[in-house]
């Protein structure tokens, strides 16, 4: 009669509404449950779907054309135990935003969130529960599974006799996987579970798994049939296990490797960590299952989710840059440090809203490599030299750059000057260069009188045209490009000739 009873409901909208029940839109979900008491249960359902790319609503949602079932088999049984009409999911839009700088969300991209929650009495028993949702269909652009617009999912739960017997919630996922990952951008995301219970001797296992089929396209426009029967894009009621699985695309792509990669995408057995670099631009289906184990050995639970990574190119967005004093031909940055060991680094890199990291290394020579981190470090250079250095900006992502950067430790200039005149005759004052450079030899001398002239050479003689305090500027460079500069002032007040 259940049965019976949502096949009418489910009809009437199928005549009304036909034109949306084409469901290409799931792109994820799972099922848990809490135990509220004795054979009592709290069961969550958490899908996702695409809700830019014109495909069904959440059943039971307003302006949908289907409502949602749930339909309970007993391991004992070959037909329903119980059946539930699902109600309004809670939708809410995801937050698809990205902690990858790599990663520019495109504006087109949209994510909504369905929890359905239900309460169901099942009597505690030897037998286990199985829990069952089904909905057809995915995206038809998916890449490692056959027939994706004609495949649909299960998303199911069992409540085994030993949760029963002990009123056990069942195992959660912590976190969902990003929507959105880069081709060639190392991927890691923690797909582990937990215990709600956190009990003494559980472990926990994690092992990639195929995803189910659910449903078909019957009822759907085009296709004749009833969007409620087996075939259909919404079984009522849904299909008891065991499920069949998706078909995965023949060569790299299986459950174990459903996305190929280099190193091949994996999950850590003991952590759930889920590693590789997707080395393919596309959408991917993938099964996830959490396994909990007694100290026995014995099985007390699983979950399982079926989600799909889209993997996208991510352009590089950033650009390496410091302060140099030049670039040479091979576009490295040339930094002249004379007189002295400790460099000042001053990162000058855009655009500054996609870099995540920077990276700072340079070669000592004997001493091996140093290696910074943030901004503008401030650096000790061994000795006298040339070194080699580097910044990498988003070390190991794609939108990572490099800059290369040679750093010249040289010698100091020593530099001063003295100067002398007749202070009872009004006439030239004499300048005498003092310098002496730990580099090769000095090729620039340069005399400055603010305001009034110049002259060149180690020596000088400058007829200053009125008496006051003057301000002279010595100024070598030798052949390095070490620059020093020796400013004084000159109280030129000589006793005028007249006078005299």
């Given at each position: 009669m259940f049965a019976f009873k949502n096949m009418l409901i489910m009809f009437s909208c199928f005549v009304f509404l036909s034109f949306q029940l084409e469901g290409r839109h799931i792109i994820g979900g799972d099922m848990f449950y809490d135990c509220i008491g004795p054979g009592q249960y709290e069961v969550t359902i958490v899908l996702y779907r695409d809700c830019a790319g014109?495909?069904?609503f959440f059943d039971s949602s307003p302006f949908s054309a289907t409502v949602g079932t749930v339909s309970i088999y007993r391991s004992d049984r070959d037909t329903p135990f119980a059946g539930i009409i699902l109600d309004e999911p809670e939708i809410s839009d995801v937050d698809i935003s990205s902690s990858n700088p790599c990663l520019i969300i495109p504006p087109s991209l949209c994510v909504e969130k369905g929890v359905y929650k239900f309460d169901v009495a099942l009597p505690v028993s030897e037998h286990t529960y199985t829990i069952s949702y089904q909905r057809c269909c995915r995206n038809n652009t998916i890449n490692n599974i056959t027939n994706p617009d004609e495949t649909g999912a299960t998303y199911t739960i069992d409540i085994l006799p030993e949760a029963q017997d002990n009123c056990n919630p069942s195992l959660r996922f912590n976190n969902f996987p990003p929507f959105v990952i880069c081709e060639r951008d190392p991927l890691e995301f923690d797909h582990?579970?937990?215990?709600?219970l956190d009990r003494e001797g559980i472990t926990l296992e994690y092992s990639f798994c195929t995803p189910y089929v659910g449903g078909g396209l019957a009822g759907s426009p085009g296709n004749p049939g009833s969007p409620t029967g087996p075939d259909g894009v919404a079984p009522d009621p849904d299909l008891p296990p065991p499920y069949d699985e998706v078909n995965f695309v023949g060569g790299e792509f299986s459950a174990e490797t459903p996305m190929g990669g280099d190193p091949v995408i994996s999950i850590d057995s003991q952590t759930g960590l889920i590693s590789g670099t997707p080395i393919v631009q596309g959408q991917?289906?993938?099964?996830?299952?959490a396994t909990a184990i007694d100290s026995s050995g014995n099985v007390v639970d699983v979950i399982r989710r079926d989600f799909q990574f889209n993997v996208a190119d991510c352009e590089p967005s950033v650009t390496a840059s410091i302060s140099a004093d030049s670039i040479d031909d091979s576009g490295n940055f040339v930094i002249n440090a004379c007189g002295k060991d400790e460099v000042q680094f001053n990162d000058e890199s855009f655009q500054e809203e996609f870099i995540d990291t920077r990276d700072w290394s340079f070669d000592m020579g004997i001493e091996g490599n140093s290696e910074f981190s943030g901004q503008n470090p401030l650096v000790t250079f061994p000795a006298q030299g040339q070194y080699t250095g580097q910044i990498i900006l988003n070390k190991g992502r794609s939108c990572s750059d490099t800059g290369n950067i040679l750093i010249n430790i040289w010698g100091a200039i020593e530099n001063d000057f003295s100067y002398e005149y007749d202070t009872c005759v009004y006439g030239p004052v004499m300048f005498e260069g003092e310098s002496m450079t730990g580099n090769n030899e000095i090729?620039?001398?340069e005399w400055v009188v603010t305001g009034e002239g110049s002259?060149?050479?180690?020596?000088?003689?400058y007829l200053f045209a009125r008496a006051g305090n003057k301000r002279v500027s010595y100024r070598v460079v030798?052949?390095?490009?070490?620059?020093?500069?020796?400013?004084?002032i000159i109280p030129y007040y000589p006793i005028p000739n007249e006078i005299i």
């Amino acid at each position: 009669m259940f049965a019976f009873k949502n096949m009418l409901i489910m009809f009437s909208c199928f005549v009304f509404l036909s034109f949306q029940l084409e469901g290409r839109h799931i792109i994820g979900g799972d099922m848990f449950y809490d135990c509220i008491g004795p054979g009592q249960y709290e069961v969550t359902i958490v899908l996702y779907r695409d809700c830019a790319g014109g495909g069904a609503f959440f059943d039971s949602s307003p302006f949908s054309a289907t409502v949602g079932t749930v339909s309970i088999y007993r391991s004992d049984r070959d037909t329903p135990f119980a059946g539930i009409i699902l109600d309004e999911p809670e939708i809410s839009d995801v937050d698809i935003s990205s902690s990858n700088p790599c990663l520019i969300i495109p504006p087109s991209l949209c994510v909504e969130k369905g929890v359905y929650k239900f309460d169901v009495a099942l009597p505690v028993s030897e037998h286990t529960y199985t829990i069952s949702y089904q909905r057809c269909c995915r995206n038809n652009t998916i890449n490692n599974i056959t027939n994706p617009d004609e495949t649909g999912a299960t998303y199911t739960i069992d409540i085994l006799p030993e949760a029963q017997d002990n009123c056990n919630p069942s195992l959660r996922f912590n976190n969902f996987p990003p929507f959105v990952i880069c081709e060639r951008d190392p991927l890691e995301f923690d797909h582990s579970a937990f215990d709600p219970l956190d009990r003494e001797g559980i472990t926990l296992e994690y092992s990639f798994c195929t995803p189910y089929v659910g449903g078909g396209l019957a009822g759907s426009p085009g296709n004749p049939g009833s969007p409620t029967g087996p075939d259909g894009v919404a079984p009522d009621p849904d299909l008891p296990p065991p499920y069949d699985e998706v078909n995965f695309v023949g060569g790299e792509f299986s459950a174990e490797t459903p996305m190929g990669g280099d190193p091949v995408i994996s999950i850590d057995s003991q952590t759930g960590l889920i590693s590789g670099t997707p080395i393919v631009q596309g959408q991917y289906v993938i099964g996830v299952c959490a396994t909990a184990i007694d100290s026995s050995g014995n099985v007390v639970d699983v979950i399982r989710r079926d989600f799909q990574f889209n993997v996208a190119d991510c352009e590089p967005s950033v650009t390496a840059s410091i302060s140099a004093d030049s670039i040479d031909d091979s576009g490295n940055f040339v930094i002249n440090a004379c007189g002295k060991d400790e460099v000042q680094f001053n990162d000058e890199s855009f655009q500054e809203e996609f870099i995540d990291t920077r990276d700072w290394s340079f070669d000592m020579g004997i001493e091996g490599n140093s290696e910074f981190s943030g901004q503008n470090p401030l650096v000790t250079f061994p000795a006298q030299g040339q070194y080699t250095g580097q910044i990498i900006l988003n070390k190991g992502r794609s939108c990572s750059d490099t800059g290369n950067i040679l750093i010249n430790i040289w010698g100091a200039i020593e530099n001063d000057f003295s100067y002398e005149y007749d202070t009872c005759v009004y006439g030239p004052v004499m300048f005498e260069g003092e310098s002496m450079t730990g580099n090769n030899e000095i090729v620039t001398r340069e005399w400055v009188v603010t305001g009034e002239g110049s002259a060149q050479g180690s020596t000088a003689s400058y007829l200053f045209a009125r008496a006051g305090n003057k301000r002279v500027s010595y100024r070598v460079v030798d052949d390095i490009g070490c620059e020093a500069i020796t400013q004084k002032i000159i109280p030129y007040y000589p006793i005028p000739n007249e006078i005299i």
